[in-house]
Structures are given as C-alpha cells and as structure tokens.
Nanobody, 126 residues
C-alpha cells in the first residue's frame, strides 16, 4: 500500500483560499486515482473530489464544484486540492485516499480506496 500524508490545512476566513497537498511515500502515486474526502464531527466521510492516474479526468461533488480544483504532479508524487471561496461549511477534516485501479467514477465510495492519509484540519471562520 502507498502511504499518504496530507498537509496545508489551517484556519482561514470565509472567502479565502487554501491549498492542500497529498504526498506519497513508499510507492509512486502515478498509477493511482486519488480522491479527497472530508469528515464533519460525528459524521461519515463524504466525497469532495477525485482525479484519475494521469490527471486527464476529474470529478467533483456538487458542493465544491466551481470552487475547488484537484490536480496532480506525478513527478513530485503529490496531489493537490486548491480550495477557493471557502465557506464555514467547508470546515472539516480532509483526507486523501488512493485507489490502485487508477480510474475514477461518478459514484465514488469509501470502499473503493485502498490507502488513506491521517487527515488535515480545515477551519473556515465566518
């Protein structure tokens, strides 16, 4: 399994931006599809965005579409989530996850993903 480490979380005011990073160690990320999920206190993780192994396909939850952009740099073994126009309801613990199948679907589920990071907290103040 690939080991994932998220970074870039923090406290930001509503309307601001953050860029999260998901770095891999142990194995190259280039063959994996990567997704970002977020988890609210006391709730299940929910899907936010995903990208296929090459970066040619992406998919977003309606709640983040037009504000978040997922991208990857396989040379740096890293996937990014650029988050703009942040809202208080974006406050959550953000996880990246890897799917060794390498492709993405329009019905992403937690069970599809083999490896998970430890999460990074994003807090948006109003």
């Amino acid at each position: 399994q690939v080991q994932l480490v998220e970074s870039g979380g923090g406290l930001v005011q509503a309307g601001g931006s953050l860029r999260l990073s998901c770095a891999a160690s142990g194995r190259t990320l280039s063959s994996y599809a990567i997704a970002w999920f977020r988890q609210y206190p006391g709730k299940e993780r929910v899907f936010a965005a995903s990208i296929n192994w090459s970066g040619s396909s992406t998919y977003y939850a309606d709640s983040v579409k037009g504000r978040f952009t997922i991208s990857r740099d396989n040379a740096k073994n890293t996937v990014y989530l650029q988050m703009n126009s942040l809202k208080p309801e974006d406050t959550a613990l953000y996880y990246c996850a890897a799917d060794q199948k390498g492709v993405i679907t329009t019905t992403p589920e937690i069970i599809d993903f083999d490896s998970w990071g430890q999460g990074t907290q994003v807090t948006v103040s109003s």
